[in-house]
């Protein structure tokens, strides 16, 4: 049936009650799904928003928070009482026949909070700015991260949270050559550190995806090789304040790979990609050493599929696996992966 370049927020709380999150006709609606009644009717909690401009999550104690940016200038905090109720409150507002956000992101660790996305003045449009607003539980700091050059498409951005440290990876261009950069958030600073070029290879590079394990940063992209698409993958990590990153090795075949995404299921790593509109994916038992030779799922041929942003305080989700993103189809199954164990 084929991939459908659009994407939804699925959400799990501890009790495995499910929240999808979901934009129709520039409408964000929630339904909800309990394990002792099934779903409820979807209610819609914005209008004119579209999926690329919202970001939701779940904190420790099982509230909802998220920011969305509608397309009449207004950056709204969605957010649940005490009740479970979601409220929403304006963050403030910008002149949007002059200026474009896209691709927020939200992060609160206790009364802390940071809400980081992508700015353009319209008059140029081959430079963005990664833009950064962090509330330190008493007073709002706003830093630019970096000017992004990229035209005529835009890849997002990866940001890690691992403890108390924050991570934003993201492509810039270079001496006309896409590169994949790093920034750290300095708390002392309450700034981002001076980027870290990670990549210096020669070639087009898109759809950055970035998982990370205690030190260590698994990061594949897609890489324009021959005017194919190949996939490719590098782990990086610190050394005290050195970002290092393993052997580049490319995972794919030729083709036109794009949207690589990573899931870990116990000990297996998986990169998972769409590829001929089909799901392809590889898998490695030595976190990232060597891997296996692509295979194509063959439920990708049979059912249409979406990217699901995957959040989850489950406990058996936890034990189970590590993901951000997914492919998976209009019944939230998802695909190209599952449990394995190493023969011998």
């Known amino acids: 049936m084929g991939f459908v370049n659009y994407s939804e927020t699925l959400i799990r709380n501890a009790d495995g ?25 979807s209610n819609e909690i914005i209008d004119n928003v579209i999926y690329d401009k919202l970001s939701i999550e779940i ?13 009449s200038g207004n950056v709204l905090y969605i957010h649940t009482d005490k009740d479970n109720n979601i409220k929403l409150s304006e963050l403030f507002d910008y002149d949007y026949q002059k200026y474009l956000l896209i691709y927020p992101y939200i992060n609160k660790s206790g009364s802390n909070l940071h809400i980081i996305y992508y700015l353009q003045d319209i008059r140029n449009n081959k430079t963005w700015a990664i833009y950064s607003h962090y509330f330190d539980g008493k007073e709002w700091i706003q830093n630019n991260v970096d000017f992004v050059l990229s035209y005529p498409m835009l890849n997002t951005f990866e940001v890690v949270s691992n403890e108390n440290d924050l991570n934003i990876f ?29 990549t210096n290879t020669n070639n087009k590079k898109l759809y950055l995806n970035v998982l990370n394990e205690k030190n260590d940063y698994h990061i594949t992209w897609s890489e ?19 970002f290092s990153i393993s052997n580049i090795i490319n995972i794919s075949e030729l083709s036109n790979c794009s949207f690589p995404t990573f899931i870990k299921t116990g000990d297996v790593l998986w990169n998972v990609w769409t590829q001929m509109n089909n799901i392809y994916s590889s898998y490695s038992f030595d976190n990232g050493k060597t891997w296996s030779d692509p295979r194509m799922d063959s439920e990708s041929i049979k059912n249409k599929f979406i990217i699901y942003k995957f959040r989850t305080n489950n406990i058996e989700d936890l034990n189970q696996f590590k993901l951000n993103t997914t492919f998976g189809t209009n019944k939230m199954s998802f695909i190209g992966f599952k449990n394995i164990k190493k023969m011998g």
């Open 224 to 242: 324009f090789v021959n005017n194919n698409l190949l996939i490719k993958y590098t782990k990086g990590y610190f050394d005290e304040d050195i």
């Open 170 to 198: 993201y492509i810039n261009t270079i001496n006309g050559v896409e590169q994949i950069f790093l920034s750290e958030f300095n708390n002392v600073n309450k700034s981002w550190d001076k980027p870290i070029q990670i």
């Open 17 to 41: 009650d499910i929240l999808n999150f979901y934009v129709k006709n520039k409408k964000l609606f929630l339904r909800k799904f309990k394990s002792e009644s099934g779903w409820d009717t």
């Open 59 to 71: 904190d420790k104690e099982d509230k909802i928070y998220g920011v969305a940016i509608t397309e």
